[in-house]
């Protein structure tokens, strides 16, 4: 059995053919989609973060409403980028959300992607170190986070206060327990997989990844899969890892499917360059359930992955991509062994 979950990206537009044609458009109806998919019988509910552009943005309080919403369904991010968080603020943001859904926060962070702006974090009051790159200052961040978690004081108390402090150095607060084991990491390279791995973190390979070896997706996501595994087990870590894959994949059960998604002929991947490296980007499937089956079932990654988030395409409302789901629990995955 996988984790079946979905990924929003949050998208809005004044246009008058989109379904969110604004930020509070998009926020509402996130909430709404996270309830039908719990309704139907999904396992996950998770939000992309974009600065600067017509996206979710700012996670925590979305997280909160929906895991005030919901009652069974995980919630999470796909991802934060660590370049624009304080740590300190974001433990108290993260905790509180998490408490609000009853531990059902899963956090995926991740050190960016190209965005809409230059630097777009120096406006958010963070610059690298020096002799540092900006992906390692998204690490530092990142680390600072993970010690934060683990709940142990180490701010000197005021010897005066304006209430009775624990004795001791005093910690951020609250500080949700459990949250530490439910942390992923998004990685674009084997070698940022095998370093979430030794930090204990989950790990979220997206839609594209750097090209390593010049094969599909699917089967460089599976080796970078095999590889985290393989660094958890090395680390000695507790538990169990995880991994998700990310994925567009529509089911085409009616006629509004096939005007949206169907085509002809199988779509391939494609290669192309982000942040200065060469990059594969997976391929989409859309086809009848039955051929949507065999081609899922030469998907490596999605057979190595325990969890599989179904992006789905927000600007054409709840109602439609709640059948987008459904189609999927309802006429792919029982056939793959998913349910």
């Known amino acids: ?147 934060l978690l683990k709940g142990k004081g180490f701010a000197r108390p005021n010897p005066r206060p304006m209430f009775p402090n624990p004795p001791g150095l005093l910690r951020l607060e609250p500080v949700s327990e459990g949250l530490r084991d439910r942390i992923w990491w998004g990685a674009g390279s084997d070698a940022t997989a095998k370093w979430a791995a030794k930090l204990g973190m989950h790990l979220q390979s997206s839609t594209l990844k750097q090209d390593e070896s010049g094969e599909p997706l699917s089967v460089q996501q599976a080796r970078q899969i095999r590889v985290f595994k393989e660094a958890w087990k090395e680390a000695g870590h507790k538990g169990t890892p995880r991994a998700s894959v990310s994925r567009s994949i529509f089911a085409i059960t009616n006629d509004l499917d096939r005007m949206y998604f169907g085509r002809d002929g199988d779509e391939g991947d494609q290669i192309g360059h982000i942040d200065n490296y060469r990059a594969v980007f997976g391929r989409s499937y859309a086809a009848e359930p039955d051929k949507l089956i065999e081609q899922l079932k030469k998907d490596e990654a999605i057979a190595e992955a325990d969890t599989l988030l179904l992006t789905v395409p927000n600007q054409l409302g709840v109602d439609y991509n709640a059948h987008v789901i459904e189609s999927i629990l309802k006429y792919v995955a029982p056939a793959l062994g998913w349910r």
């Open 1 to 147: 059995m996988k984790s079946i979950g979905f990924l929003s990206f949050g998208h809005w537009s004044p246009s008058p053919q989109s379904g969110t044609r604004s930020a509070q458009d998009v926020l509402l109806q996130s909430i709404d989609l996270a309830v039908a998919a719990e309704e139907l019988g999904a396992d996950g509910a998770y939000f992309r973060v974009h600065h600067f552009a017509r996206q979710l943005s700012s996670p925590f309080p979305l997280l909160a409403a929906v895991g005030a919403r919901t009652k069974k369904i995980e919630i999470g991010t796909g991802v934060i980028d660590m370049r624009y968080e304080n740590p300190f603020y974001m433990l108290e943001d993260a905790s509180s959300a998490d408490l609000i859904s009853q531990g059902r926060l899963q956090l995926g962070l991740s050190r960016g992607s190209p965005e809409q702006v230059i630097d777009g974090w120096l406006h958010f009051g963070f610059a690298p170190a020096e002799g540092e790159s900006e992906q390692d200052m998204a690490r530092r961040h990142t680390e600072t986070f993970l010690d």
